[in-house]
């Protein structure tokens, strides 16, 4: 079954959502904000993004399988 609505982000934390009123009816593969890609799920485990909007902007883990939503996080130092 397709997923009828989402949210996602891009690796500079720009928030999107596709499936709800005056958004777009399908995820899209950039940020129209800064061209990024869009991480629409977990790339590994394809668990939906938190859609609470402050656990969105600050996840950047999977809460499910702890995989990182963009390749590099796993290289960053911890702050």
Not at 8 to 20: P, T
Not at 36 to 44: A, E, G, L, R, S
Request: aromatic share 10%; net charge negative; proline share 15%.
């Amino acid at each position: 079954m397709a997923v009828e609505r989402g949210v996602g982000k891009c690796e500079q934390n720009h928030a999107g959502s596709f499936g709800y009123p005056t958004r777009p009816d399908a995820p899209y593969d950039f940020c129209p904000q800064c061209g990024n890609p869009m991480v629409w799920d977990c790339p590994n485990c394809q668990s939906p993004l938190p859609d609470d909007p402050g656990e969105l902007i600050s996840a950047r883990f999977c809460r499910n399988c702890g995989s990182p939503y963009f390749p590099h996080e796993r290289d960053e130092p911890e702050e």
